[in-house]
């Protein structure tokens, strides 16, 4: 329809005759597209890091296994002859970065100091630490051959009460935690 030389559509308004967003249309798609990216980065790194703190859990009973299948496979230690006490890890809340697998050559059950039976210090991942034990401060887990037999702190595990060790990990950007538990049958579990 011709209304006095201008092209008017079915409701009257005028057709434009360029193609394209006009500015208030531009800023209001750049916003959109900012605020979906930004919801995203944000969800992506606390999933990232529920994946570090998962994996860490993971590699703390992994090598608390280690420990284990040392003792099982009655592994050999500086090249002499099996531990008579066994392998074990120790856990230590003054070092909550860090916990040590050791050959517990004394037959006491616990953990001596690095000169005499510390075999391989482990490091959490930057922003993971311990944040709690059970069932003390300060504890060792000692598998001995070959039932095998759990010890906790140089008692065997269900004769003294302590039935369970558990080691608390904590993510520290966001206060998520992971536990890892050893039971008195040697049952290493994550949760």
């Not at 300060?138 to 070959?146: A, I, S, T």
Request: aromatic share 8%.
């Amino acid at each position: 329809m011709l209304i006095s030389g201008k092209i008017k559509g079915q409701f009257g308004f005028k057709k434009c005759s360029r193609p394209g967003f006009t500015l208030i249309e531009l800023v209001v798609s750049i916003f959109v597209i900012t605020l979906i990216s930004g919801i995203f980065m944000v969800s992506y790194h606390n999933t990232s890091k529920r994946s570090e703190l998962n994996m860490a859990k993971q590699k703390l009973a992994s090598d608390i296994r280690v420990a284990q299948n040392n003792s099982l496979g009655s592994k050999v230690w500086n090249g002499i002859a099996t531990p008579p006490g066994g392998w074990g890890v120790h856990f230590d809340k003054n070092q909550p970065s860090q916990y040590i697998i050791f050959a517990d050559t004394n037959n006491n059950r616990v953990y001596n100091g690095p000169q005499q039976e510390a075999v391989e210090t482990k490091t959490l991942p930057a922003g993971i630490t311990i944040s709690a034990f059970s069932p003390a401060d300060k504890f060792d887990v000692v598998f001995l051959p070959p039932d095998p037999v759990v010890y906790i702190n140089g008692k065997a595990a269900g004769d003294s009460g302590s039935a369970i060790a558990s080691v608390t990990l904590k993510e520290n950007l966001n206060n998520s935690i992971g536990v890892v538990t050893v039971n008195f049958l040697g049952l290493i579990d994550t949760q």
